[in-house]
Each structure stands twice: as C-alpha cells, then as structure tokens.
DNA sequence: ATCAAAAATGTAAACCTTTGCATTTTTATT
DNA sequence: AATAAAAATGCAAAGGTTTACATTTTTGAT
C-alpha cells in the first residue's frame, strides 16, 4: 500500500516516523500536522481527524527537541536542590513535578549536595538543554549562576525562604519567623537552659535564618544562650543521636531546639536510649513537620513548614512566568508557617520560677 | 569593534551567542567549534585556545537540542518511579543522579503513583524530549510503554527487582529472598505466631515477591499463616502506627513483619505508645534499612537493601548500553541483601518450645 | 449564485548544530 | 628540501520542526 517513497528519510532516529511521514499517510502537508500538534483548534475537524488517525497507526512521537530549536519552548524546567535523599526537600520535589505534569511539563531535577559551585556546573547544564524556567532552592547562590540566568532573561524562582535574591520571586516560608515562635513556645513553658542543635550555617541559609530566629527570641525573652549550648549537628539522625546522648549525660538542658526535624528524631531517640523521658525530663522542638513527626513515640512538637504548597505555588508561579513573557513585577510569596504542639514538650518542672508557680 | 555584521541572527534565542558567533571571534569555522566542544583533542592547542577564550567571553552556552537533531544523543536519561516522596526511593534516585551527573548526563525524573497508565503518558514525554535512555522502577508495566521504548530501541533498564521484564535487563535484589531471609531470622528465634503488615499488591511487584518470601519461609517451616494475620497496610508511619496499636491491643502475635522499614517504624512507635516493650514482648523486622532504622530505639532488625548500589549500578550499565549501541547482551545483575540483626528482635519467650529450653 | 472576508492549508526558509567530504596545513620520512 | 602521509580545518548539506507569507477553501451575506 504505501508507496516506497524514494524521498524517505534514509534512517533518522533509528526510522522513527516523523511529522512528515504522518502528513503523507493523512494527505496533508507537513505545516497541518505541526499546527494540529500544537494548536489543534486552528485545524478543520476533518483534518484533524485524519492526522490523529495517521499519527496513531505510525506510532508517531513528537520531536520537541527539533520545535524547541526555533525558540520555542523545551516544555521542561529545571529544579536545583541540595540534596534530594531528605525528607526535607522530596515532598517539595514531587509537588512541584506533579503540578508541572499537570501543565504538561517536564521536570529535570539535580542536586548539588550544598556546593555552590556545583550548583553554577548544574544551572549550566540545563541552561544547555534549553530549559524554559528554573526554581533555586535557597537564597545563597554563585553569582554565576544568576548571571547566567538573568543575560538569557530565564525565569526564575527562589524557594523556601521568604526574603530572597533580588530581582528573583521568593516563594517559600519565613524562616527566621518559624525558629523564632517555636523557641517562644519554650520560652512560654518556662524553659530557660535550652540547647541548640543545628548544621553548618556557612552555605545554607535556611539554617542560618533559622538560628537567627532561635537566638532572636532567646535575646528577647532576656535569656542568654551559653556558649557550649551551642551544638553543630549535621541532618542526619544518627549523629544527632550520638550528639545527644553526650550532652545528656554530661550536662543535660531542659530543652533542645534542632534545625529541623530529623534532628530531632535523633534527640528522642537519645532519650529513649539513655531512659530519659519526652516531654517530662527534657522537652525536643524540630523544625519542618516531616513525614513520621506525627507519628513518632512522643510525637513532636515543630513547625509544619508547608513543603507542598511550596513546590506547587513555585510551579505554578514559574508557569505564569513562562506564558507570559514580560517577566516584570517580581513579587515574593510568603506561606505562612504553623507551630504544632504536640507531646514531646511541656512546662519546665524543674526551674524555680515553675516551682513557685506549682507551689504557690 | 564588533561590526554590525547584517548576517547576524536575527533575535535567536533572546540573542544568546551561538556557536557561529563564537567561530566568528575565534576566527575559525562553525565546524571546529563544533568539533572543540565534542573532541576537543581533535582541534589544535592554539586554536582551542581562542576558541575557548571566545567562548568565555562571549558567554557561550552549547545548545544540545539541535546538536541531538543529528540522531547525535541528547545527554539526557529518563528515570521513571512510583514516588519521589519516599525514602525507599530517594537515595536510589539520588546515587542514579550523582552517577549520571559524573558521565556528563542529565537526569530526567518523573514520579507515576504506582499509576502504571501514567506512566505510559510518562514514558512517551521521555521520548518526546529524546533521552537517550530510561531507568524503570518494577516489573510490572504496561505493555504500550515497553513498546514505544522498543520500537525507538531505547535502551532500558528495568530497577529494583532481580528478575524482570524479558529483553529488559534488570538490576537489583531479590525481594523474595530479602523477605525470605528476615522471615528465617524470626522462625530461627522460635516465633511461630507471626503478622504480615504489607500493603496491596496488586500493582506493586516488589511487595508482592516479598510477601511470597514470607509466605514460603513460614510454609518450609511448617507454619500456617492464620488468615487474619495478613495485615493490608500503606507505606506509611502514622497508618501502620495505628494498626499496630490496634492489633496489639486486641491479640498480640509474637513478631510482625512490615511491608518495609517505614511500616516497622510505625509498629515501633506504636508499640512504645502502648508500653509493650521491644523485642521483650514482641519483636519487629523490616526491609529495606532506611536511613534512620539503625539510629531508632530499639535499632530496627532488617533486611539491607543497597539502594545507592542499584542506583549507581543501573545508571552505570545503562551508559555502558548507549555507548556500545549494540544492545545485545542483556544481563540481570542481582545485586545482594543482607539481613542485619539489630536490637528490635530477640528469642521468643512465650513459646513452649522455648519454655522447655530455657528450663531444661 | 456571487463576492468579500475569514479560515484553513501549503510552501519554503529558518532554527543551531553536526558531519561527510574537500582542502589546507602540519608532521614525518627520505 | 621534497614528498607522502597524517592531521586540522573549512564548506555546505542535513536533521525535524515551526512559522511568515502565499494560496486555496470555506463561510456568510447579499
């Protein structure tokens, strides 16, 4: 039946059909079958009939490759995070992925493991592959990355802060903010020897924000923070652990605050080890509500930090952003932050001021 | 200085520079450039240099997309998963990622919800952006996806199990055997009075491999799996916290054994919740060693499954594939689980058998 | 039926790089 | 120094689609 066309691709793409092929068999020119694919409104019924038809029996599969060529759009967009094996950020990376599915979209996704100059090799390499759009995670960047994005004028987004680069929409919590009514909520409960257990602040900015919040609220509530109260601690529950149970045994406070939840899974788990009981010996906040925080044995107290909303409301921002080329009012987007009470805090029995109380 | 050369691209590509321009300044042809940033070997010191020099003042970002134009590989490799939101997959995507990213390629994720309908839609937007190569998690697929990716003869990997897909090599351990094992251990510890916590198999073949484990460990060992001891539970914390409680309360067996490690975290916590103590009053095995089943109290007993392993292994073979394109030989690599006896499981008190040992 | 306007379709150039082949330059050999 | 062989470079076509512009078909009003 079908004529052995001498005018054939020789071999492209291991003989894939392409655009031309379905225009032969529908008996339209190439153009109609590109319009259908992309505005299929603009094609009479007919026609648009025939080319489905076509396209089905060649099993033909666009080449979005050859139609970003003409500065069209690639339809994928980029995601930069530090770490994908975390329970921090993979909630955040599926809801950004599914909301961009739902456009019709496709994610690449990266890591740099908290190293900036990676971050610049990685932004590099997507730019290569002709992304339409991009979302950081945090605010800390090489000034080569944004470079690179702002001369080929692609549209970016910030996530998970609140306050982020200039000239690039933040979408994200504060912070800052969250720390600091979590350690209130402590403060409020009479704790007053409060231990701090977070990462290396020197390129994550979360973490930083963060400890400022905690620090923030101590100062305001008159309460100085000694200085070996001061621990390092890297996300991982394991070495939170260990941390724990040494400053347990030793010299143990009445509250940690930990730079997210994770690390304070290690604490409990400390404490459970060593017979020490959650909330009545010693009380744990963390930060991010992650998946388990509820669930955990005592569950925890923390700040539920939205990831979801965050990863579909960056999605749909940067969406916009791309529809609508003139990338120009620049508006940050702050999803507010709740804390959670839930049983691994309660009131500090053991200072005087709490005694007089249940005295008096 | 640079003269207003008419020939000049009009507006291509917001006016980013392309490799002609980069020719232009370096004095040489487009085709050397060319040849410089796929071979640099093949162009002469001095010549590379300029070029390299013209480029970097310039600013010059390849554009790969009308590089893979020329049947040339696009660089990038498609990893389809259930779930990204999820520890069982987040260092598998992570190891698979980071190992690409060390050839020099990008990776492409997309996330189907154990939806294996979406993962056709999934699997054709991969070929829309030409990857020159996919990763796919289980055995279990619809036959149109392993079609389209044939017909392309897109090299494929299948993930996570050890027998696949004919004609699809495939990486990872045996499920079977993993959950087999971890089932011996609990036999091996007299516990006769065992509950299945596993989710619904229907379109979850690593789940089901390891419930059949489990079934043939207890069949070999003469025990009959009462049919109310076969617990349907999600992948999730605060569900199989709750069910455990339940059963727990209700009618208490010897030993459970979970889905995965999540399900026997949420069985932990339950178990602490209710004061029934581990392993004294019952024990509890998992599969999988997530990240945090070592530093939880009691450290979990379970199955290590090398996730990184697979991950890096998979992306390594599949690379292996693209660059000798004779996709011939395909060969399962199973790669090996290890029980790893921690403290959740100990010798089963209640039973006579153990009685009389420990009076005899 | 007729004609103008609107809608649908076709033609061919353009998008940016790669690559086969031709040409020039370099290297090695005598 | 001359020559052949090898290496480096240039020229131009190709790769699959999009799109401005030209052309044809349809629609709607008279």
Redesign the pocket.
């Known amino acids: 039946m079908n004529s052995p066309d001498p005018k054939r691709?020789?071999?492209?793409?291991k003989g894939?059909?392409?655009?031309?092929?379905?225009?032969a068999r529908a008996?339209?020119?190439?153009?109609?079958?590109?319009?259908?694919?992309?505005s299929p409104?603009?094609?009479?019924?007919?026609?648009?009939e025939r080319i489905e038809k076509a396209a089905r029996e060649l099993g033909?599969?666009?080449?979005?490759?050859?139609?970003?060529?003409?500065?069209?759009m690639s339809g994928t967009v980029g995601l930069v995070v530090p770490t994908i094996d975390n329970a921090i950020f993979s909630e955040l990376i599926e809801a950004f992925s599914n909301e961009l599915h739902l456009h019709d979209r496709t994610m690449i996704i990266a890591s740099h493991n908290y190293d900036l100059m990676r971050e610049v090799s990685i932004v590099r390499s997507l730019l290569e592959r002709r992304i339409d759009g991009i979302a950081l995670v945090g605010r800390d960047h090489d000034i080569a990355a944004v470079e690179m994005l702002k001369v080929r004028a692609v549209p970016t987004v910030a996530l998970w802060n609140s306050t982020g680069v200039p000239g690039i929409p933040t979408i994200g919590t504060d912070n800052f903010q969250s720390a600091f009514d979590i350690t209130q909520h402590l403060i409020d409960l009479k704790h007053r020897d409060i231990a701090l257990l977070f990462p290396d602040t020197h390129s994550n900015d979360r973490a930083r924000d963060r400890k400022r919040g905690v620090l923030n609220a101590l100062n305001d509530a008159g309460i100085t923070l000694s200085e070996h109260r001061d621990y390092q601690c890297e996300y991982d529950m394991a070495s939170a652990k260990q941390l724990a149970m040494d400053v347990l045994r030793i010299d143990a406070p009445t509250a940690f605050v930990c730079g997210n939840d994770v690390i304070a899974h290690g604490v409990i788990h400390g404490a459970i080890r060593l017979g020490i009981r959650i909330p009545e010996d010693v009380s744990v906040v963390g930060i991010g509500d992650f998946r388990g925080s509820a669930a955990i044995e005592p569950p925890l107290t923390t700040v539920r930090l939205p990831a979801r909303r965050i990863g579909q409301s960056a999605a749909r921002i940067l969406i916009e952003q791309l529809q609508r080329s003139d990338a120009s009012q620049v508006c940050d987007t702050t999803i507010p932050s709740h804390v959670i009470v839930r049983e691994s805090t309660a009131l500090n029995t053991s200072c005087a001021e709490t005694r007089n109380i249940r005295e008096g």
């Open positions: 691709r020789s071999r492209s793409r894939a059909p392409g655009i031309l092929d379905v225009a008996g339209v020119s190439g153009a109609t079958v590109s319009r259908y694919f992309n409104d603009i094609v009479r019924l007919p026609t648009r033909y599969i666009r080449d979005r490759m050859a139609g970003a060529l003409h500065g069209k």
